[in-house]
């Protein structure tokens, strides 16, 4: 069967893209598979088309963030429908699957004509480029859905409903305890009203002057009532104009993540590991924390993010206090002399921050939970080699899963040399552990992160 068939469309002259931005918009989603992060990837695709800033730049870039922020739901209807595994498949044809259920089951009702077209050119191209049933399947799931003829099973139906995964709705339902709560939760992540976040750089100015810059723009600022010295912000803000960001006087920082390095309380002259230190955030505050007054070790494992951080270093004036070093946290007692104090935010499941990055959701797995928690734990344990008795430890995670909060830092009371020292804000103790702490998206308006300090016996 011709591809154009297939796919059930007519090629009609009143069609709005042309072929050039269709072709610019599937490479862009083909791309975004093979390469991360998805919006470069895309970006990398529009300037080879000369695209950049066009309505089919537009158009990939809103249908790229909604469909990766449905990737899970979309992949278990193909599933369903078609008994196709998609994370199976090519790049392209998963991407033809999921956007044939995307526009079937969410974009219906917007512009049917622009749906049809692109589907039309997704099945062209798979039939060119796999086979005509390739080209069939996709027209077959686009009518299915279309058409209401498919129920779905009980787990999708929470996954469509809530755009989560079973396996956080679980650790949301644990953590939360109700599914009303789950559903504000979910909310929030899904439908992002965003509140973006500067954190003041007090060796440079001050919080009156970055607040009057910023309304000089227009730009719509407050000062954050849970963390000192950081200032939210609604709209978009024009980072390349933006004179105090250029002359390292605030660095953006989400408050949740600006809340960790006060509750270290680095005091000036002490010796502090930071370790998975880049892309610098935690680093520089500390350094503004001890008046650029103290010998800060930033432990990072790739070089080009270790760069990033020097970047920052050197624009916010607190490079002279810092000590980059190339290294794998796993290895941090053979790499670091004892530190005073050390923070620790390992890489993590990231379901805390998945608003801003939608796919991050579908990524988890029980295995890579596992696998997550197993990795941090070694982390961890590395963490407290460099402590001397009574010196401290921050440990950080921007998730949402007990697996990589409560649950780790239970098992270390019990089988490493320190204890708990209770938190008590600025964000709600934790119903799980006592004296350890969490910031959620829906309660707090900010990344959801899990914070526990911990003391060498």
Known sequence: MHAAKAAGFSW????????RELKAILESMEMAERYKPFQVAKRKVMEKYGLLGSRADRLATALLYKMYRLQGVLDDVVAEVLGVE???????????????????LYDTGRDSRLAEQLLDYAARVAAARFSDSEAERVEKLYRVLRGGKWSPS?????ELRLLLPPVIVKRLFKLLGSMDEVERFASAVNNPNPIYGLRVNTLKTDMEEVLKALEEIGVEAWPSRRVSGHIRYRGGLPYERFQPLREGKVVPQDESSAAAAPLLSPRPGARVADLCAAPGGKTTHIAELQRNRGNIIALELYGDRISRLVDLARRTGTYASINPVIGDALRA??????????????????TGAIARHP?????????????????????????????????????TVCSVMPEEGEYLISRALEELPVSLVPLHGPYDASPLLPGTMRAWPHRHGTTGFFYALLERR
């Open 12 to 19: 009609c002259p009143f069609l709005r893209l042309k072929r």
């Open 333 to 350: 007692s053979t790499l670091v002399r004892r530190a005073d104090s050390v923070l620790l935010d390992p890489p993590c499941s990231s």
């Open 86 to 104: 998609v994370r199976r498949l090519p790049a392209y044809l998963r991407q033809s699957y999921r956007l044939a259920a995307y526009l079937a």
């Open 359 to 395: 796919e991050a959701r579908w990524r988890l797995t029980e295995r890579v939970l596992r696998q997550l928690a197993a990795r941090q734990y070694r982390m961890l344990k590395e963490a407290v080699a460099l402590l001397p008795s009574g010196g401290r430890l921050l440990y």
């Open 154 to 158: 009980r787990d999708v139906e929470v």
